[in-house]
């Protein structure tokens, strides 16, 4: 029996309630868009779906990735204290050299997936999906959708962004949130009101708590962007911006400031510090001694030229970081440059202008740092550069069109299309041996577009020939930086230093013998070491067998406990008793590969590099009057020995030497294990 109903509002009401009629309407609208061309949104979500494909492709394969993050939150998960703090081991000696919002997350699905690389890597590849979406909004609407859907695949295909989403380094996290603020601020600029304004500094202020100095590098864009081409009058935009500078500090700086108002003694030393604090680990290792190298006010880091190569203008396009980030670059100074000739006459207040100063500037502030930082350098770090590159390029699709139509600029289209398609070329001719067919097909597709597009404009017959002129454009632009995050989705990947393209997962982008590093680079946790991944395994070149050489499994440590033997650690299991510390070594490198081996604390006197200043004897001798730690490893890993402080001294003099006849073991005189009795 029917029920009666009668339309009300637009709602179809019955005796039984409201029927949920909008439901359907909802999720048309999800699936189709709501404005717009109908094939907008259903392109969007291929392109998500793609994007999450390659990021997500064979997680559990992924192991531990970089130990020393994921020993953190192994150890987040076993204790609040080492949560909140961001230590490396559940018992709070000492924290990672990185803020901890990215472990917050990753522990936070570690607690309820259950620790592994699910809890892990899941949350990055959401991560770096979500970046491609937000991303998509943020350039719909200055450029529309065809910009929007361009820079997008961008995006996704970026090699080191694929490679990094892959990893549970920061950096997915980071950008994530970057991109939001963008999407803020351009809200902010054509909306003029003061909340997107806020919201931004809110976002840029998590970026900050993910990954320090590095989030701050938008500021000064987006700074720019709200001060130029916001509604408000300028002395309210100038108001806005005070604001929204108060809002950033508080955000970015509320837990270095609840962390080092905590009495030392009560608190991890804050690893990457030379005085046990926030603030020095800001200004110094993660702030100036990024740029300025060991030269740096309080110990920078040092050793600029051993990931990324030598500081320069040209860094960004050598055979380390080239194939990560820079196939597009030409092509997005180029788009600068036409953008500011199509669109200096408009108004201040026009919003494509606005998205030229955005992301133009964040385009020229990341390159300038990045390219002249003289402290520790890694390329995964360009990963912050890919929103604004592929930004760019979607705009540049637009403005391409609008100088495609004036007869006396047609021209530079194609000219972008060969200088960015002879770029490609260049990039993949540095890898002779891996895949090359790709680099004649991007050279051949570079030629057919240029010929197709200058005959289109100046040959009216021709016409017809445009729209392959154009796929033969899109294949020169995105073929080799496709075919490179493909190659990341699918070989092996160093932990610490994620690579994409010929060389994932050992070694370094271009370098004929990949076993050969640069200087300074042997001796430095993470450093890759062996032959390339898949040598002598029949695999094709620059891809690893699932679970070979350079699986990520073992971090930066390789095996169990990085430099432990099994057996030693069977011994320290066993013998720990009701001591707090399985061991104490001497930097991250075995601690954390045998905090994720046994789950039990382990102390790293000398914190990631071994150089922390993080142990003294005053704590050691009190840690061991008090039965809280038994066993002390005295030389071994990565740092300098801590006899400078005395501390391996003091356990020589005052420890008992276990031979390795008493674990089974053997060992080399390099390392040699202590017990130290509370008496």
Same mark, same amino acid.
């Given at each position: ?23 359907? &309407? ?19 979500? =291929? +392109? ?63 607690? *309820? ?21 937000? !991303? ?9 959708? *065809? ?27 980071? *950008?994530?949130?970057?991109? %939001? ?48 081409? =916001? ?9 806005? !911006? ?8 508080v955000s970015g700086g509320w837990w270095m400031a609840v962390v080092d108002a905590v009495p030392a003694g009560s608190r991890p030393f804050i690893g990457g510090s030379t005085d046990g604090t926030v603030l020095d680990l800001v200004v110094g290792y993660n702030g100036l001694g990024r740029i300025l190298g060991r030269d740096a006010p309080g110990g920078g880091a040092g050793g600029g030229a051993g990931f990324g190569g030598e500081p320069g203008a040209g860094r960004l396009f050598n055979d380390v970081v080239g194939g990560q980030i820079s196939w597009l670059l030409p092509l997005a100074v180029l788009v600068l440059l036409a953008g500011g000739l199509l669109l200096a006459r408009r108004p201040r ?41 592929? =930004? ?26 060969? *200088? ?17 067919? %790709?680099?004649?097909?991007?050279? @051949? ?45 699918? =070989? @092996? ?7 994409a393209g010929p060389s994932a997962g050992a070694g370094f982008p271009g370098r004929p013998d990949r076993t050969a590093m640069p200087p300074g680079v042997r001796n430095m946790p993470g450093a890759p070491s062996g032959a390339p991944s898949g040598a002598g395994s029949g695999a094709p070149s620059g891809m690893a067998p699932r679970g070979g050489p350079g699986r990520m499994r073992g971090g930066f440590g390789g095996g169990p406990g990085g430099g432990v033997d099994a057996k030693m650690t069977s011994y320290l299991e066993r013998n720990q008793g009701s001591a707090r510390w399985l061991v104490a070594v001497s930097s991250a490198q075995s601690a954390s590969s045998l905090i994720l081996a046994t ?51 003091? +356990? ?16 080399? &005189? ?10």
């Open positions: 029996m029917d029920l009666p109903s009668a339309r009300r509002g637009g709602r179809v009401v019955t005796a039984a309630g409201t029927e949920p009629k909008a439901a359907p &309407g909802v999720l048309r609208r999800a699936a189709l868009g709501g404005d717009g061309p109908r094939w907008s949104r259903p392109a969007l979500w =291929a +392109v998500l779906v793609a994007a999450f494909a390659l990021y997500a492709w064979d997680l559990p394969g992924g192991g531990t990735a970089n130990a020393y993050y994921a020993a953190a939150v192994k150890s987040a998960t076993q204790s609040w204290k080492a949560f909140f703090f961001g230590s490396l081991d559940a018992g709070s000696f000492i924290t990672v050299d990185k803020p901890p919002l990215a472990l917050w997350v990753q522990a936070l699905f570690a607690r *309820v997936l259950g620790f592994g690389p699910w809890a892990l890597l899941l949350p990055q590849a959401l991560a770096g999906t979500a970046a491609v979406a937000v !991303l998509h909004a943020t350039v719909r609407r200055a450029f529309g959708p *065809v910009a929007a859907l361009a820079a997008a695949v961008v995006l996704a295909l970026t090699p080191i962004t694929v490679a990094i989403d892959r990893d549970n380094n920061p950096d997915a996290l980071l *950008v994530l949130l970057l991109v %939001l603020g963008a999407w803020a601020v351009q809200r902010a600029v054509t909306g003029g009101r003061l909340r997107w304004l806020l919201a931004a500094a809110f976002l840029v202020g998590c970026g900050f708590n993910t990954k320090m100095l590095q989030a701050f590098l938008v500021v000064p864009p987006f700074a720019l962007a709200y001060l130029v081409a =916001a509604r408000p009058s300028f002395p309210r935009r100038v108001a806005h !911006l005070a604001a929204a500078g108060a809002v950033l500090a207040r026009d919003v494509q202008g606005a998205a030229l100063l955005l992301w133009g500037g964040w385009l020229a502030v990341h390159y300038a740092v990045f390219s002249f930082a003289q402290g520790t350098f890694h390329p995964y770090y360009t990963t912050a550069l890919a929103p604004a590159v592929a =930004a760019l390029a979607g705009a540049g699709t637009v403005l391409a069109a609008d100088l495609y139509r004036r007869r006396r600029w047609a021209w530079t289209v194609p000219a972008g299309v060969a *200088v960015t398609g002879g770029w490609a070329f260049a990039l993949l001719a540095r890898t002779p041996g891996w895949h090359p067919w %790709l680099r004649w097909t991007v050279a @051949a597709a570079a030629v057919a577009a240029v010929a197709g597009l200058l005959a289109a404009r100046y040959a009216r017959a021709a016409r017809r020939v445009l729209p392959a002129a154009v796929a033969a454009a899109v294949v020169a632009g995105l073929a080799g930086p496709g075919a490179y995050a493909v190659a990341a989705a699918s =070989a @092996a990947s160093n932990g610490t230093n994620p690579l789950g039990r604390p382990v102390i790293a006197m000398g914190g990631f590099t071994g150089s922390d200043p993080a142990m003294t004897v005053g704590k050691l001798q009190a840690l061991v009057r008090s039965g809280r730690l038994r066993y002390v490893l005295v030389g071994g890993g990565f740092g300098p020995d801590r006899g400078a402080d005395g501390v391996s001294a003091w +356990v020589r003099e005052h420890g008992t030497r276990v031979p390795a006849s008493a674990y089974g073991g053997t060992s080399d &005189g390099s390392s040699v294990l202590y017990r130290l009795e509370a008496s």
